[in-house]
């Protein structure tokens, strides 16, 4: 396997200024960037097939039109012509940017999660997102693929604030931050789907991976192309959903494609998917959402009834069609508050105070930046 990003201080960093953490993207390269290609190779885009996400059918009844997705990551290259229009100017938590839309990150992180998302091609030409029609806010946290949670705090506060329906975030730490755990409560208490990548250390420690398991957000794990569990993902009580993490074909940063593995593109696959379901039901809750797509999640064959779970999949490989397709919840409230993991109830004292704390977040934020400590993003370790 070739390189691969992986979570705080496990395998990546350096080293870090205290009181400071490190966070990591989380893809693996499964392939080098390919040159720009007018259509995209046979099979390569094997999520949107009918045997998976059936996206034909899908895109009949949605395409995310009207709803902006945020894009909390590395940036997002808006010159890419499978991009042209999708992607809002943002911001640059790095300040080295003018509005988040350049990415020269290593591998194209932002930019390819972002691809997965709203790419527009895939009708003769390029390659296409799940939810073509969504717009992309660009959040840029990180020039290369680590940033720290106050970074990344900063960023979900940010999202929340301008617009985000639908949050991604593909970057993953161990610790439980408390102003990153505040950052997720804002968000989620101001009616946003949260998603959260599981990691891939799976094989390796398979710690429990933060911003995933705060109570409240759409934790995704990774599958292979037979949507059985992918053994590099992490795992846990924690996880939510699961979406295709390998082989997946996306934009780089450079107006090419490339192809990789990683919970990173697992989570984009289930944040489009929101973003379909918020431009399909503008009146419904984030709740309700979220309460659609784990309530029509596949379950693999003998994984237990409809709505079990487990620590592999969660409620099961997330399934646009069939959430699209699915009655109004009745209740609005957000799922994922009332139950953490398996059903056990959430502990109080893990719940945000997030409204008086995103209050200073900025001040706070502008603070640590004018003292140096935000200007250290450690080069992650490549590991095998």
Do not use: C
Not at 24 to 37: D, E, F, K, Q, R
Not at 231 to 250: C, F, K, M, R
């Amino acid at each position: 396997m070739g390189p691969q990003r992986t979570g705080t201080l496990r395998a990546l960093a350096y080293g870090v200024l205290p009181p400071l953490l490190v966070l990591s993207a989380l893809s693996t390269t499964g392939a080098s960037a390919a040159p720009v290609a007018d259509v995209a190779p046979v099979g390569a885009e094997w999520p949107l097939d009918a045997q998976h996400f059936d996206a034909v059918k899908v895109w009949g009844l949605s395409r995310g039109a009207g709803v902006t997705v945020a894009v909390v990551d590395s940036g997002v290259s808006a010159r890419h012509p499978d991009l042209t229009g999708r992607v809002l100017p943002g911001t640059d938590i790095t300040h080295q940017a003018a509005n988040g839309r350049i990415d020269v990150s290593d591998d194209s992180h932002g930019t390819s999660v972002a691809g997965v998302i709203a790419a527009t091609g895939g009708t003769g030409h390029g390659m296409a997102g799940l939810a073509p029609a969504a717009s992309i806010l660009p959040v840029r946290i990180s020039t290369d693929g680590a940033s720290d949670p106050l970074a990344l705090a900063e960023g979900i506060v940010y999202a929340a604030r301008h617009g985000a329906k639908v949050i991604n975030i593909s970057m993953t730490t161990d610790v439980a931050d408390p102003q990153l755990r505040d950052a997720v409560g804002y968000a989620v208490k101001h009616n946003i789907v949260v998603v959260a990548a599981a990691g891939n250390n799976g094989r390796a420690g398979n710690q429990v991976s933060y911003p995933a398991a705060f109570p409240g957000v759409v934790a995704v794990s990774g599958t292979t192309q037979n949507s059985a569990f992918w053994p590099t993902s992490e795992s846990g009580s924690y996880i939510s959903l699961a979406a295709p993490a390998v082989g997946i074909y996306s934009t780089n940063n450079s107006g090419g494609y490339l192809t990789k593995d990683g919970t990173s593109y697992s989570a984009p696959y289930v944040s489009a998917a929101a973003a379909l379901l918020r431009a399909a039901f503008p009146a419904e809750s984030a709740g309700q959402i979220i309460a659609r797509l784990i309530t029509t999640a596949d379950r693999p064959t003998g994984a237990g009834g409809a709505h079990s779970r487990d620590d592999h999949l969660g409620y099961g490989v997330v399934n646009p069609l069939k959430a699209l397709r699915a009655p109004a919840p009745a209740v609005r409230t957000n799922p994922l508050l009332a139950a953490d993991g398996g059903g056990t109830a959430v502990d109080p004292s893990r719940q945000s105070s997030a409204t008086p704390w995103a209050v200073g977040i900025t001040a706070a934020v502008a603070t640590a930046i004018a003292a140096g400590a935000l200007a250290v993003f450690r080069r992650r370790r490549r590991t095998s």
